[in-house]
């Protein structure tokens, strides 16, 4: 038998070895760790339901009145791979850039050069306690300030106690949705009008709208979950332009009031006179 074999590599050319030490060296290539990292869509979540068997948005205190929409407000993410602790290969790098639905970046363009597994996790809860802590401030002083045509006693919010229960997911551009769904469940009008609506956003104490990461691929993901609507950040729209997914339609926010107000015109079934993202 060894005879034969050495007599089948004989017969074969130069070209030949080559050929199959490229082929090996390939190999070898996709299977070492990557220093790309790979996003695509990540799961929804409706801040007016319940995650993990317990509502989202819990409202407790004496005297206050939450209300239902049967409705949905989702927030949206999106799942990365190659960040510290979710390690990659080469491999899954090059299915990333031939997937149109997957985004594929340099490790240090997503994070900071040498960071640990456990510091890129405190990050990403810290970012996300931060934009819970926030979206309740400014969803009470919201309904505070416009308690007369809300239609409640704003004397009723004084010992509201806010708590936000979505522990596996991270990061601070879910701001926006989860203030409107505080609002939301503080007033007695169903906003949403029934619908599925979806957005992302940051939230400052002064109810400005900002800017975040990967709105492409949180659009695609509110699509596959049912959206119609997606509220965009006014400083995302030249990315939104020609990448709204068919069936979604956008509308450009820059401030809570216009992202409430929108949500109401939505609900009431007069969107369509609201605002795209212009290039």
Known sequence: MFARFRKYIAGRSPRYFAGALAVIVGVVVLLLPSPYVIEMPGPTQDVLGKADG????VVSGDGVTTYKDSGKLLLVTVSASGVPGYPIINAQ??????????????????????????????????????????????????????????????????????????????????????????????????????????????INAKG????????RLKMLGAKRDGATWFLAPEGNCSEVVGHVPQGLRDVRVATLEEAYQALVSIGKGQGEQLPHCAA
């Open 208 to 215: 400005k709208v900002g800017k975040i990461g990967g709105i």
């Open 54 to 57: 317990s509502d989202v948005i």
């Open 93 to 202: 790098a090059v299915w990333g850039w031939a997937n149109p639905h997957v985004e594929v970046m340099p490790r240090e363009a997503v994070v900071p050069i040498g960071q640990t597994a456990d510091e890129y996790q405190r990050k990403v809860d810290k970012d996300m306690s931060g934009s819970q802590s926030k979206a309740s401030a400014v969803g009470l002083q919201y309904v505070e300030q416009h308690a007369n045509e809300l239609g409640i006693d704003a004397g009723s919010l004084k010992n509201a106690n806010v708590e936000m229960h979505v522990d596996k997911i991270g990061g601070p551009s879910a701001g926006m949705m989860y203030t409107l769904g505080l609002i939301d469940k503080l007033t007695p009008a169903k906003e949403s009008g029934g619908k599925t609506i979806a957005g992302t956003g940051t």
